[in-house]
């Protein structure tokens, strides 16, 4: 538990250090809260339903619940509002994928009207911030924007009423090759092969602004007012993202859809080397015959439900994810408004972050680097009588003095169990009571440590006895060690 409440520890430091506020929004809501925000993922919310027989369901993520609380507080506030908690998707779970039916996700929502592109930059500096800190290893933020990319199925021919499916469809290039996507366009869902031929001429791009310089030599995609203020909006982010200094981690990627509903602007999405699928969308013109192996497939479900990909075979996927939302506020208050009457809406944007598949990447180079899993840094242990009330009151005033110590509730415990027991925490101080020295006012503090033999962590052998530290310094003594100043990285090896 201690790496993963290391992740989560940092994420709020994070989060405050933002100017972020906390919120506990409950973790099911009506069902008709919930219904027609996420598209073709719409199948994968948990339905409840009480004994009243009222229709609930747990929530799919924070997103909706909160813009459900904004619209309730009359769409008014303008504020950073973070939340970290569980969510639930009637999914098919990858434990080592960090994929899951119940899992963790830490959100950031910027809300209320504010200069154009300031919060979307702000809250892409503060997932790099994050990611950074929590050293997931060489990471990518991939940009699009929902207005470019309904611009392009404009211009491409894509009927009105097809483009939230054909979005969907753009969204699995990172998981398939092109001509998948495309049969899954033209045979799946209706679409003529010469309008997804042109839609794979533009999603096959990405790079940096220079990406945006040839989508404004584009007459015919300029021409389109969705496009046009989907580009002018990039303009701004990038210019400030180069104000932040995050322009290196990001990739403009018109490959980027976000399958959810209700995005309006700006999407994006986080992948490090250990999470990104394997790369066969790197080829957009890769056949579906081809040699190179592919995701495949599961059989299509008793119930008649969509194919759905086979995670086991791809790798955890995006760890962060988030976009702009501008309406969404504003469903739930024209829904609650007076008949005629017109219904206030609130512009926010927002970033969430899977816990869970951070601590999939994080935890093997915690174990690889000996961290440790555990925050106790004392055991206070006796030598001869048990000395039971000693130990008992030196392990409170070290409590009270914020050092994190534990003992052995045993009466009379043998010293060779006294130190099994903590070897097995790895705790860096063994502080030994024995009657003589305490009579003298001394402890004897022996400090331990831990080295990786044949991959094996194993603990260091001394033929040291420890040393005696009068036991009114101790607390002092302890805090000004280099291991305990240390301690907060969780590496004691």
């Known amino acids: 538990m201690f790496c993963r409440e290391h992740v989560e520890r940092i994420v709020k430091d994070v989060f405050t250090s933002y100017g972020g506020s906390a919120l506990d929004t409950p973790v099911f809501e009506r069902k008709d809260v919930l219904a027609g925000k996420y598209g073709e993922d719409q199948k994968l919310i948990f339905d409840l339903m009480d004994q009243g027989g009222e229709q609930l369901a747990l929530r799919y993520d924070h997103t909706v619940p909160l813009a459900r609380y904004l619209a309730m507080a009359g769409a008014t506030v303008q504020a950073k509002i973070w939340q970290v908690g569980k969510v639930y998707r009637r999914d098919n779970p990858v434990m080592s994928k960090g994929r899951m039916r119940e899992f963790s996700q830490a959100d950031l929502d910027i809300t209320g009207a504010w200069d154009p592109m300031i919060p979307d930059a702000e809250l892409i500096s503060l997932l790099c911030t994050i990611l950074t800190r929590l050293d997931v290893g060489e990471f990518t933020v991939k940009l699009n924007h929902r207005k470019i990319l309904d611009g392009i199925f404009e211009v491409c021919g894509v009927p009105q009423d097809k483009i939230r499916s054909i979005s969907s469809a753009v969204d699995k290039l990172d998981k398939l090759p092109w001509l998948e996507v495309k049969k899954e366009m033209t045979e799946e869902k209706g679409l003529s092969s010469d309008v997804a031929d042109k839609i794979g001429e533009y999603v096959k791009h990405k790079g940096g602004p220079s990406l945006l310089d040839l989508l404004k030599a584009d007459a015919t995609l300029m021409a389109n007012r969705s496009a046009k203020e989907g580009i002018s909006d ?260």
């Open 234 to 493: 990039m303009d701004i982010l990038f210019t400030l993202l180069r104000a932040y200094k995050v322009l290196d981690k990001i990739s403009f990627d018109m490959s980027l859809a976000r399958g959810l509903d209700y995005y309006t602007g700006i999407i994006y999405e986080a992948i490090v080397e250990a999470s990104a699928p394997p790369a066969i969308a790197a080829n957009a013109t890769e056949s579906p015959a081809s040699s190179k192996p592919k995701p495949s497939k599961k059989a299509k479900a008793d119930d008649g439900e969509e194919d759905e990909l086979d995670e086991s075979q791809v790798g955890v996927g995006s760890i962060a994810a988030g976009g702009r939302y501008d309406n969404l506020v504003g469903m739930f208050t024209a829904a609650a408004a007076a008949e005629g009457k017109k219904a206030p809406g609130l512009p926010c944007i927002g970033v969430s972050i899977g816990l869970d598949r951070i601590f999939a990447i994080v935890w093997p180079k915690w174990v690889e680097k000996g961290m440790r899993s555990k925050e106790t840094m004392v055991y206070v242990l006796a030598a001869g009588d048990g000395l039971l009330e000693e130990r008992i009151a030196l392990v409170q005033e070290l409590r009270e003095a914020g050092i994190k110590t534990d003992f052995l509730a045993k009466k009379k415990p043998k010293l060779t169990a006294q130190f099994m027991a903590g070897e097995k925490d790895e705790v860096p101080f063994a502080v030994i009571l024995g009657g003589d020295e305490l009579k003298e006012g001394l402890v004897t503090v022996k400090e331990q440590k831990w080295e990786f033999v044949d991959g094996k962590k194993t603990k260091v052998q001394s033929a040291d006895q420890g040393m005696k530290v009068r036991r009114d310094e101790l607390i002092g003594w302890i805090k000004q060690t280099p291991t305990y100043q240390g301690w907060s990285s969780g590496r004691l090896i």
